[in-house]
Every structure is written in C-alpha cells, then in structure tokens.
C-alpha cells in the first residue's frame, strides 16, 4: 500500500483542507474495497507539533505522527494557510519546508492546496514552473515569488508530479485529479457523485474579484492605478498615461509589472472587467450597455476580453449570476 501524508505546518490554522483530502482519500479507498481491490493510500498526519488548536480551541488538529518519523511518502498535501499570515507561516516552518524539499526528492509527489503554494514555493520546486494559489493572493505570491509562473485562473496544475489548485474548496476538483490519476476514473466518477463535485472543471477565472493590486509602495504605479480606476469610461492609452506620469513607456510598463504582476494594460482591462461584471450582476442593463459604460465601442473585442478573463460570455455571466436576468429585456447583443 502506498503512503499518504497530509502536512500539518506549525501554525496550521484551516480546517478544511485537511479533513478533506482526509475524508475524500478514504473514501475513494472504501470504494476500492467495496469492489473487491486493495486500497491504494494508508491515509495520515504528519506535523510538527502533537496538537494544534484552531478556530479559539473550537477544534485540534493530532497528527498521527512527527515528520520526523516519516522515511518515505508517495503522495504529500500541503493544505491552505492563512492569507494574512503567510510570511509568518513561511518563516516558522523551515523543518516542513525542508522535509517536503527532501521527500519530494526521495520520488514523492507533492501537491499544495490554495496558499499552500507559498509553502511549496518556498522550497524552491517551483521555480520556472506553473502554478495556481487562490486569486486574492495572487499579488502577494508574484511579489514573494516572481520566478514562479502564476496561474490565477486555473483550477489546478500538473508539473509532473507537483500539483497545485486555486482557491477555497475548488480543492475538491484536485482531489478529484488525483483519485483519477491513482485510483482510476471509476472511483473519481465514484467520488465526484458522494461528495457532489463537478469533473473537469478547470477554471476558476468566474470567481476572480479584482480589487486591484495594491499590496506593494511605488506610489508612481498607485497613481497610475487610481488614474485607471477613477477613468472606466475612458479610451486614453498607456502611452498617454506613461507621458502623464512622465516616465518612458518601457519604464512605466516594467515598474507597473513589477510592483502589481500586470502590465498597465492588462490592469486597465482587469479593472473595466471587473465593473463589467459587478453592473452584469444587479440592474437591468443590456450587454451592449455595459459595454459602453466601461469604454468599449467593439463588441466583439469586449466579448473576447470578458471571456478571456472570466471563463463565460457576457451573456452567459449575468444569465449565472443575476437573478433577475430573465426578466431583462431581450439582448440582442451577438454572444
């Protein structure tokens, strides 16, 4: 039987992106004995402390064993951290940074679990690779870790035998990659239907909310940012806002990128999106209407950048998300 482990970091503080691989693995190994077949994982805890309490004691987390005493594991799962507390966790956990670095190159496989991508980036695995962590740290992970190649907005990703996944309990659709990959597609499809999770989902894009990435002291880029923001309607180029500031466009576009992970473009496009969305989901304004409100003339254009950043057409977002899109007018809007 192969050995499972999920990590348990000093300081872990989320619940349940460790009690659901647990459950989800078991699971998948009840199944297998259900129909005859061996189990695949001997599914345990392994942290640096005896017992961490979390939520003001309301719950403990007992790993089965210290990291020490584990020699060789299959598969490792790094389970989320706290977003505001990432530098801290990084930094008191040296010892899993390290056992993961070491067992990773005793031929395990590894897979993080929303912030746990800090935890994994941190052991240097990632560098040059792709990677996924939940959206609302996205900005924090590029400044920490700008070697790593950021995927906001994909649910998961595979860089042979190192998997990451996107935010909050779209862990589940990794879970469901790795009882396919291990246990077959028979007892995914198994374990989809028990625990009511969608197959093959591998966007998060749709859940992204763009608050702007302000996490960073180049007060130059946060008055370009509050200039984009304060104008939606407006059609100004990036070369007008370069001149405005009065920096050459490559300058303006390298410090932007370094201090928020866009190019002021993409900013900008994030940023019209972002209340593209937000009008699409309240009120009774056509397709076409919101489109001129945040300055676009092309509808086409404004389809394909709605679709690019948020997974769905227009269309199809505020038929999901706004409750009273049936009673809206007809859009003629082309989707």
Not at 90 to 102: A, G
Request: glycine share 6%; proline share 3%; aromatic share 10%.
């Amino acid at each position: 039987m192969k050995s499972l482990i999920i990590l348990i970091p000093a300081g872990q503080n989320n619940l349940s992106s460790v009690i659901g691989p647990y459950k989800f693995f078991l699971k998948a190994n009840e199944y297998m004995e259900f129909t005859g077949r061996e189990p695949v994982f001997k599914v345990q805890l392994a942290g640096v402390n005896k017992q961490l309490d979390l939520y003001d004691g309301v719950f403990s987390i007992r790993p089965h064993l210290h990291i020490k005493d584990v020699k060789k594991t299959d598969l490792l799962i790094i389970p989320a951290q706290a977003y505001s507390g990432l530098e801290h966790t990084i930094s008191i956990n040296k010892q899993c940074i390290e056992f993961i670095k070491e067992q990773h190159h005793l031929g395990a496989e590894v897979a993080s679990i929303c912030t746990g991508a800090f935890l994994l980036a941190a052991t240097g695995l990632m560098e040059g690779k792709q990677c996924s962590t939940h959206w609302k740290a996205s900005s924090k992970f590029h400044r920490m870790f700008p070697e790593v190649i950021l995927q906001t907005d994909k649910i998961l990703t595979d860089e042979g035998g190192i998997y990451t996944n996107g935010g909050a309990f779209s862990f589940l659709n990794l879970l469901l990659y790795l009882v396919e990959k291990y246990y077959g597609r028979e007892t995914a499809i198994f374990c989809a239907k028990i625990f009511q999770v969608d197959m093959d989902r591998d966007s998060q894009s749709q859940f992204t909310i763009f608050n702007g990435q302000k996490d960073h002291t180049d007060d130059i880029v946060m008055k370009a940012q509050e200039m984009i923001e304060k104008n939606i309607m407006e059609r100004f180029s990036m070369d007008q806002l370069a001149d405005i500031l009065a920096l050459s466009r490559r300058n303006f576009d390298r410090r932007f990128f370094r201090a928020t992970g866009n190019t002021p473009l993409e900013y900008q496009q994030r940023v019209k999106i972002e209340t593209a969305k937000k009008l699409l989901e309240s009120g009774h304004k056509t397709v076409s209407e919101v489109m001129y409100e945040v300055g676009y003339l092309d509808v086409k254009a404004f389809r394909e950048l709605f679709r690019k950043l948020t997974g769905l057409t227009p269309l199809d977002y505020r038929k999901r998300y706004n409750k009273d899109a049936e009673l809206i007018s007809a859009d003629t809007t082309p989707d």
